[in-house]
């Protein structure tokens, strides 16, 4: 039996947990008893026709909205969070959730190293000893800045983005700026990363290149990433897990594979009408099957 | 030909929209000017109203000519430029480099000033003023400048600092240079309590609440008047001392006056100068404070909070606290500046801390470009000398006043210097360094 054990491959520990989250907007039910976790070391996508409540989700995981019910608990190291009851702020600075979102918005008229600076404010207050040691100048506060500029150079050399480090966000490219907004996540040191629909409006080599950016971050560092895309080949080219979301629900999860020919995720796609029909768009999981 | 390429015809759809819009302003004018020009009340309240309908003509005409040419001018001018940089932009990107050179050469000049010889009472007096309202233009761009918060009330912690130092000069019998922390502490300490409730509210919101607080302090200082004094507030303050040289002519017994010290005649002067020393110190503690705070973390993050508050909290910032610091320091510069106003008017009362002031002290942040440190003493010396160099047509102060706001907020809508430099750079790296092909 001990011999067996080591033979399973490694399940990692469950980082995110999320059972019976509803939410409620009026007379809209956006999010209808969902329940999925999220794993550290893998990246769990969360897909789904527009409208299916995808950013909602992300939303009441990062506290944005308080749930109208379900629960939302995160393991961080050996502590852990009641997502559901903590205030937006906590959630990103105490128990490690960064998330991007779906319209950038990264800090327009600052600089890309001021962006990545802000992301690691609760550090560097901490060092200024809340601004005190940072008005006179003390040394550690001089060396834990540093220390934050230089992993933001890392992250900006890591993107190849150094030659932009000092112009302001707003004047950048749509696809710099994507990179920017998941580096500036990256910065706050997360233990779960949040991706809303990070290929949107993106070209194919720059969405080849965020699909290798995504897979480093999983292997590098361990954390566990929530990924909402539309691109299917991305999507199945890089999870581990698939949650396919409809009107709020769940209808499938599991692997690429097995969501590929999933036949109740095709129909929500393609429409009730033709549940048979070939994946032939771009939004259908079974485009994109080189990988 | 060539006429008609050096100034391009203006179509006869643009002239129609032109006039139109121009029929609207005047009409609005006219509504306006009518009662508030075209109507004057008698002095003899037995006499009938006086009805003066030239006036309302010349109201009306100005602004219809005014609207028809600044419509025809965006028509015809603007398009062409729109390619262009703008001529002060040109100017100012070619100043830019020299800023800091720049401001070092102005603070001299304004360090030197009271020592010229054309630098008597009136125009040593004028400069503090000027100081002061940079000094509070300072303190504010902290607040609207920095961290974006629309504060219209801000008057009310110039007069918490300045009642509090009042207060604690007279019944404590603290020195200025004891009362002065504590009166920006207490006007810290009102902006941290007002902003508690209000933080939650944005731009316009946020704005209409702290004019209704701001006109709270001054109706309950009215209205307090065992404490203040009411409406007459409060008289006598005395003037600080240097190191405990007073600025008397006779001292009282056992303190020595700054001309005995120094053994020269006694001048009147002498205390101006002092004070006008005082505030260009306090005013340089303001931007020096300024110049740092925006460059530590909580600096960052009241941009960062200014730019985009759902991103700054998906990053872990506390919106509260990150406002509420930037609240309570602005009204902490307030109060200091309060504490000089009082001790150099040497009288308090409600009347000085009225709405017009906010809103001076708010134009002077606009004006000058939201956040630009520089742009707050250009402001500041446009419209405190502006209105200085009018003052023989007094009657057309407000309207000379207004006409300049309009003009900066249709040429240069961000303020007149609104360049923004970044707080912290890679600077070489990156300069050194190409894109990898
Ligand atoms: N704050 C809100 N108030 C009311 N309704 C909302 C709110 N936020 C989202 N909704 C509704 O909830 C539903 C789900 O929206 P959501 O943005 O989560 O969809 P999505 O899956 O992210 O779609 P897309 O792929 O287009 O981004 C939509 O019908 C939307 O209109
Ligand atoms: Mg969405």
């Known amino acids: 039996m001990t011999v067996a054990v080591a033979d399973v491959p490694a399940v990692p520990p469950d980082l995110l947990t999320v059972a019976h989250l509803s939410m409620r907007f009026g007379g809209l039910l956006a999010v209808d008893d969902l329940s999925f976790v999220a794993r550290a070391g893998q990246i769990t996508a969360l897909i789904g026709p527009n409208g299916a409540g995808k950013t909602t989700v992300f939303n009441c995981i990062t506290g944005f909205y308080r749930p109208t019910a379900g629960h939302i608990a995160l393991e961080r190291g050996d502590r852990s969070f009641d997502l559901d009851q903590l205030s937006g702020h906590r959630i990103a600075r105490d128990a490690g959730v960064a998330r991007t979102f779906q319209n950038i918005r990264l800090f327009p008229r600052m600089t890309v190293l001021e962006n990545l600076l802000v992301a690691q404010h609760a550090k560097l207050m901490r060092a200024s000893a809340f601004s005190l040691a940072g008005l006179l100048g003390l040394k550690g506060f001089r060396e834990a800045e540093a220390r934050a500029m230089s992993l933001a150079e890392d992250w900006l050399t890591r993107l190849g983005l150094v030659h932009v480090a000092d112009r302001e966000c707003g004047t950048l490219a749509y696809g710099i700026q994507r990179k920017i907004e998941i580096a500036r996540a990256m910065c706050t040191e997360p233990c779960l990363l949040c991706l809303d629909e990070p290929a949107a409006g993106l070209n194919p080599r720059e969405t080849a290149e965020l699909s290798r950016l995504i897979t480093s971050i999983r292997g590098e560092f361990g954390i566990g990433v929530l990924l909402i895309e539309h691109d299917m080949g991305l999507v199945m080219g890089i999870s581990d897990r698939i949650v396919v979301l409809d009107h709020g629900a769940c209808i499938a999860e599991g692997k690429p594979a097995e969501i590929r020919n999933n036949p109740a995720v095709i129909r929500a796609y393609l429409g009730e009408e033709d549940p048979r029909a070939g994946p032939g768009s771009t939004d259908a999981p079974g485009a994109g099957d080189g990988a | ?437």
């Open chain 2, 1 to 437: 030909m060539a006429l008609a390429r050096a100034a391009p015809t203006v179509s006869s759809g643009v002239l129609r929209a032109a006039f139109g819009e121009a029929l609207v302003a005047a009409g609005i004018a006219f509504m306006l000017a009518l009662p508030l020009a075209g109507l004057r009340l008698p002095i003899n309240p037995m006499d009938s109203v006086i009805f003066r309908p030239w006036w309302v003509v010349v109201a009306v005409a100005t602004v219809f000519l005014g609207r028809l040419g600044l419509a025809l001018w965006r028509a015809r001018v603007a398009p062409s430029r729109r390619n262009g940089v703008p001529l002060l932009d040109r100017a100012l990107a070619y100043i830019l480099p020299w800023r800091r050179g720049i401001f070092v050469a102005f603070v001299l000049l304004v360090a030197i000033l009271p020592l010229m010889p054309f630098a008597d009472r009136r125009v040593i007096d004028l400069g503090a003023v000027v100081l002061i309202y940079v000094m509070l233009g300072w303190g504010l761009n902290i607040v609207v400048g920095l961290a974006g918060l629309l504060d219209l009330g801000y008057v009310a912690f110039y007069a918490v600092g300045a009642y509090s130092y009042t207060l604690l000069i007279i019944h404590l019998d603290l020195n200025f240079w004891a009362a002065l922390p504590l009166a920006g502490a207490f006007a810290a300490l009102f902006g941290v309590l007002l902003g508690f409730p209000v933080l939650r509210l944005r731009g316009d919101y946020l704005a209409i609440v702290t004019l209704g607080f701001g006109e709270m302090i001054r109706i309950i200082l009215i209205n307090w008047s065992s404490l203040t004094g009411g409406s007459e507030g409060i008289t006598s303050i005395p003037t600080p001392t240097l190191f405990g040289l007073t600025f008397t002519a006779v001292p009282a017994p056992g303190e020595t006056a700054f001309h005995q010290f120094f053994g020269i005649p006694f001048a009147g002067v002498h205390r101006i100068i002092f004070l006008y020393y005082l505030i260009l110190a306090l005013a340089l503690l303001t931007h020096v404070f300024s110049m740092r705070i925006r460059r530590l973390p909580v600096g960052r993050a009241w941009e960062a909070l200014r730019e985009d508050e759902i991103a700054a909290r998906a990053l872990g910032l506390n919106p509260v606290m990150v406002k509420l610091s930037a609240f309570g320091l602005g009204a902490m510069f307030a109060g200091f500046a309060g504490a000089f106003f009082a001790t150099r008017q040497g009288f308090i009362n409600p009347s000085s801390f009225t709405f017009i002031e906010s809103a001076i002290i708010l134009a002077i942040v606009v004006l000058g470009g939201m956040g630009s440190q520089m742009g707050v003493i250009l402001a500041a010396l446009l419209l405190v000398l502006l209105p200085e160099v009018a003052r023989d047509f007094a009657e057309f102060r407000m309207l000379l006043f207004g006409g300049a706001m309009v003009a900066v907020m249709v040429w240069r809508p961000r303020g007149l210097l609104a360049h923004r430099e970044p707080t912290a750079t890679l600077g070489d790296l990156s300069r050194g360094r190409e894109p990898a092909p």
